[in-house]
């Protein structure tokens, strides 16, 4: 039986830390502990080792409010990140609260008690631990981290070269001189795909449908002439306000004007592609500007490794995998020494953790979410997820200081117990993740809904969650206190 804390956080990644940051700076009493899985912190920047792994936000929003990004690249490496959340971290004390190595299995609530009940597996001894805590914070984020997203392609047994998911990608991968075919167009794909071409012998990226896709610097040159100006705090706050209000507008100019939208990023492409190129074949989605993730390339890599030669963009789908590579519907062949399938990543809300109130087991779908927050049903318990149409971290900040301001709220009032309430059961709800990537569409089934208005809207605006997690009350005629 592990000691009992006021507050379990479930993941050291970007939620976690900001979390326990958040909580020891705001609720200084508040005892907690961050229960990391893994044998390091980090979370996705630590699980993903493929080349070229980067963020695809600027980390002057994607860090965190309370600690500058000084680095030079506002577009940064995973490792750049993996040091920024250590130091975080170290400096604040945080590390000496993470318990590697633990794995949550299952958590139940008891009202009677007021407490949740966690059972936990320790991964590298296989010992079985018991905690129990007021507060159970999910900062697991919604990827499944023990797979990605894999489908079966026809004749891949027959395949003699070597086949990686970006997920598991092997330490003793040598993909020098080799011919390799990346199959997707995500994130993931236009990520790996030029940060393979100067080593690889040739890089194809096989695409069924395109994405749309900005060059962005990795460099943001006002953020570092403010930071010159004004010390690297302050100038740290102008540059991130001045990036949440860029983001803001992107997203709003695509969404009400998509064909605008289209049209200037077509613009984009043409210029950085090869004259005569095939734009409106391989950077021609069917769909409008933000219904899915915009892919960022920093410097315009992809692009460059075009136009050098070193890479072909290919949109077709595949009939059979052969022994020497894949052959396409159109009946072209793509030689390969060794196949990628960036094919995406599978949803699994809050660790994929089974949540049991008063026996009685949790179906998440049957839930909804209350201001982004916590779920209704579901007492004291509280998660962290950020936005898809901006920095991730933005996001968290707010739901951390609300989370805090909420157990404020209930110290001040004598309360163990919080629970959201739907007011209606008829009540009509939504997707939680109203977006039309693959991977939310594959597990939209088994995720929380949202409601149409607040409290009950999965807000993915700043500005509205300013004036509703930071600035609005916590007191709510759907939030039952006792």
């Not at 994607?62 to 990140?81: C, L, M, T």
């Not at 007021?134 to 919604?142: D, E, N, Q, T, V």
Request: hydrophobic share 40%.
């Amino acid at each position: 039986m592990t000691t009992d804390v006021d507050v379990l956080i479930v993941g050291a990644g970007v939620s976690g830390i900001g979390a326990a940051y958040y909580l020891q700076t705001l609720r200084p009493g508040t005892s907690y502990a961050i229960l990391e899985a893994r044998a390091a912190l980090g979370g996705t920047w630590d699980l993903f080792r493929y080349p070229g792994i980067r963020s695809d936000s600027d980390l002057n929003t994607f860090g965190y409010e309370f600690k500058p990004w000084v680095n030079e690249k506002s577009i940064a490496d995973a490792g750049a990140i993996l040091d920024y959340l250590a130091e975080t971290a170290r400096e604040n004390g945080i590390d000496r609260h993470i318990r590697y190595h633990h794995k949550v299995l299952a958590a139940s609530w008891s009202s009677a008690d007021a407490r949740w009940t966690v059972e936990i597996e320790r991964t590298d001894t296989g010992e079985r631990l018991t905690s129990r805590c007021r507060w159970l914070f999910s900062g697991a984020g919604y990827y499944r981290y023990d797979q990605g997203y894999r489908p079966h392609f026809d004749g891949e047994e027959r395949f003699k070269g070597r086949l990686v998911h970006p997920q598991e990608w092997p330490e003793d991968l040598d993909y020098t001189g080799r011919r390799v075919v990346v199959i997707g167009s995500g994130a993931t794909a236009v990520t790996l795909v030029p940060a393979m071409a100067d080593r690889a012998a040739h890089v194809t990226m096989l695409q069924r449908t395109p994405t749309y896709v900005l060059p962005i610097p990795s460099r943001d040159r006002l953020a570092i002439r403010l930071r010159k100006i004004f010390g690297d705090r302050l100038g740290y706050a102008l540059t991130r306000r001045k990036n949440i209000l860029r983001q803001r507008l992107v997203w709003e100019f695509c969404r009400r004007y998509p064909q605008a939208a289209r049209r200037f990023i077509r613009k984009l492409n043409v210029k950085q592609l090869p004259e005569g190129y095939p734009v409106d074949v391989h950077f021609n989605p069917p769909y409008d500007p933000w219904d899915q993730r915009l892919c960022a390339v920093t410097d315009a890599d992809l692009f460059k490794a075009i136009r050098k030669g070193q890479v072909t963009v290919v949109t077709d789908r595949i009939r059979t995998f052969t022994e020497t590579g894949i052959m396409l519907e159109s009946g072209a062949h793509l030689d390969a020494d060794i196949v990628v399938t960036a094919t995406g990543l599978n949803l699994q809300a809050f660790g994929g953790i089974p949540l049991t109130v008063d026996g009685r087991k949790v179906r998440l779908a049957d839930t909804v979410a209350f201001k982004g927050v916590m779920l209704s049903g579901v007492p004291n318990f509280a998660f962290a997820v950020g936005y898809t149409n901006s920095s991730w971290t933005l996001k968290v900040g707010l739901v951390c200081e609300h989370f805090c301001r909420l157990l404020a709220y209930m110290e001040q009032k004598g309360c163990t117990k919080c629970c959201p309430v739907v007011p209606d059961p008829a009540m009509p709800t939504r997707p939680l993740l109203d977006f039309g990537a693959g991977y939310v569409r594959r597990s939209i089934a088994e995720l929380p809904r949202q409601g149409l208005a607040e409290p009950w809207h999965m807000s993915m605006a700043y500005a509205s969650d300013i004036k509703l997690l930071r600035r609005g009350p916590v007191e709510d005629r759907n939030l039952r206190f006792s």
